[in-house]
């Protein structure tokens, strides 16, 4: 799933499905949903968007994007903050209620062009493969990508919905 930059700064690749992905700023195209992310969103608001990761297969790995294009926290105002928050913290609880993880690592950096959080749920089979920490994120990511089986996929999926589910039952209390 190797990137490849094109002219006019179009970049393409492909999602854990097999579906090409062509766009400038893969946060801005998902939050507007120009391309499709597997399992479709987990929560779409007015300042943020929420789905798994379209690029590695692992079951409760959420990527938290702003909409609009910024690629440092602070240069978001008061309300996406304060939804991006919201959404941070519910959907945390909602992969601990679910079963899905025990405990979480959230990674944000300003390197990238467009201001998104991994939402990465540590599982038994990282810790004892990999360790634990922050530095073994791409080493896992880089194993899910090229050993992501059916099964896996259909879990990512089917955990997808169940955050969503989880997210709209909890927003209507």
């Given at each position: 799933m190797?990137e490849?930059i094109f002219?006019?700064n179009i970049?393409?690749?492909?999602?854990?499905?097999g579906?090409?992905?062509?766009?400038?700023?893969?946060?801005?195209?998902?939050?507007?949903e120009d391309?499709?992310v597997?399992?479709g969103?987990?929560?779409r608001?007015?300042f943020c968007?929420?789905?798994?990761?379209?690029?590695?297969?692992i079951?409760?790995?959420l990527?938290l994007n702003?909409?609009?294009?910024?690629?440092s926290?602070?240069e978001?105002?008061?309300?996406?903050r304060q939804?991006?928050?919201d959404?941070l913290?519910?959907?945390?609880?909602?992969l601990?209620?679910l079963?899905i993880?025990?405990?979480i690592?959230?990674v944000q950096?300003?390197?990238?062009?467009?201001?998104?959080?991994w939402?990465f749920?540590m599982?038994p089979?990282m810790i004892?493969?990999?360790g634990?920490?922050?530095?073994?994120?791409r080493e896992v990511?880089a194993?899910a990508?090229?050993h992501?089986?059916?099964d896996?996929i259909r879990?990512?999926?089917?955990?997808s919905?169940?955050i969503?589910?989880?997210?709209t039952e909890?927003?209507?209390?």
């Amino acid at each position: 799933m190797e990137e490849t930059i094109f002219a006019d700064n179009i970049h393409k690749t492909k999602d854990f499905l097999g579906h090409e992905l062509s766009f400038d700023c893969m946060g801005c195209a998902i939050a507007n949903e120009d391309i499709m992310v597997p399992g479709g969103p987990v929560y779409r608001g007015k300042f943020c968007f929420l789905a798994s990761d379209p690029e590695i297969p692992i079951p409760g790995f959420l990527v938290l994007n702003a909409k609009r294009h910024v690629n440092s926290f602070a240069e978001l105002t008061l309300e996406e903050r304060q939804e991006i928050g919201d959404i941070l913290a519910r959907a945390e609880l909602a992969l601990k209620r679910l079963g899905i993880t025990k405990e979480i690592t959230l990674v944000q950096e300003e390197r990238s062009a467009h201001f998104h959080i991994w939402i990465f749920p540590m599982q038994p089979w990282m810790i004892q493969k990999f360790g634990t920490g922050i530095s073994t994120l791409r080493e896992v990511a880089a194993y899910a990508k090229t050993h992501a089986t059916e099964d896996t996929i259909r879990e990512v999926l089917d955990v997808s919905s169940c955050i969503r589910d989880e997210l709209t039952e909890r927003a209507a209390l």
